[in-house]
């Protein structure tokens, strides 16, 4: 059985030991917001703006003109589809394809007008994403003071929606129909024009860009085989069908090429770093949040 005083006597001391054990939590705690915070913030800048940079790379010597990068698309499975993209930046200026038509000797041959170039917004939007990251970082320099836990994990969490939304956008190319395509502006852009039975599609895929071409085949109006149009989709197969201007149509060849772009994939890593950055500093926070409940961390 406890001794009742020994019991009571002891109260005090465990009472300052907390105390001096909150003291100590206390004094790490602001120093943690005051200086390591501010340490981890300029890490994110750093990091971020070597991202940014990776956009909008110069040409050597003529810093005020975007490099532009040749780029051999292939494949190591088919040959039917050839060709040489050309990306300044997030704008593709010149595509050179060479197409074999299924079931003939015939190559098509395409490339962009001279007055022509398409911009791929996955590389635009994720840009947009590190530079409003980076507004957000700039916002809270190294005079700001951090008041409470939570306001930094606020930041973060306002950082790393930013820093997600760009990776998606790299990882996650936009699905479409098979009319949209057929009407996207990418099919006015080249010379000669595309034939009626041919479409293509640009897009980002993590560190890859590549080109989609389709081979369709119109539907005799009497076909007795069953329409169902194919929905939305990042690529679709043969035997997908589609409805435009009173003319149905139907995939008969898909053929996927192409290319590594290596700064894409330089700007991925970064948004990796960045991330695991913040969820870090967060997890520190949540550290001393669980010493004191009552505080507002």
């Excluded at 698309?73 to 990306?87: H, I, P, R």
């Excluded at 930046?89 to 041959?109: F, M, P, T």
Aim: proline share 5%; hydrophobic share 40%; glycine share 4%.
């Amino acid at each position: 059985m406890l001794n009742p005083q020994r019991s009571l006597s002891e109260l005090p001391k465990m009472s300052a030991a907390s105390q001096v054990e909150r003291a100590v939590l206390e004094e790490e705690f602001n120093w943690l917001l005051k200086e390591e915070v501010h340490a981890v913030l300029k890490q994110l800048q750093d990091v971020l703006k070597e991202a940014s940079r990776r956009f909008s790379m110069p040409t050597p010597g003529l810093e005020s003109q975007l490099k532009q990068e040749n780029f051999i698309l292939g494949s190591s499975t088919m040959d039917q589809v050839k060709g040489v993209l050309t990306l300044q930046g997030e704008a593709l200026i010149q595509a050179d394809i060479n197409l074999k038509v299924a079931k003939s000797s015939q190559v098509l041959h395409f490339q962009f007008r001279e007055d022509k170039q398409w911009k791929l917004q996955q590389i635009q939007d994720a840009r947009n994403h590190v530079n409003q990251a980076l507004q957000l970082l700039n916002s809270h320099d190294e005079s700001y003071h951090f008041k409470t836990g939570a306001e930094v994990n606020k930041l973060m969490d306002a950082v790393m929606l930013q820093l997600t939304r760009a990776r998606n956008r790299l990882t996650t190319p936009a699905s479409m129909t098979l009319p949209e395509l057929a009407t996207s502006g990418l099919m006015k852009m080249f010379t000669p024009p595309m034939p009626g039975d041919v479409m293509v599609n640009f897009y980002i895929n993590l560190s890859k860009l590549c080109l989609t071409v389709y081979q369709l085949h119109v539907l005799p109006p009497n076909t007795t085989k069953n329409f169902k149009p194919a929905g939305s989709s990042v690529l679709h197969n043969p035997g997908a069908m589609f409805e435009l201007n009173n003319n149905r149509f139907e995939v008969s060849h898909v053929h996927k090429v192409e290319c590594v772009v290596p700064w894409l994939n330089d700007t991925l890593v970064f948004f990796t770093i960045s991330l695991q950055l913040c969820q870090q500093l967060k997890d520190k926070i949540s550290v001393f949040s669980s010493f004191w409940n009552y505080r507002p961390f």
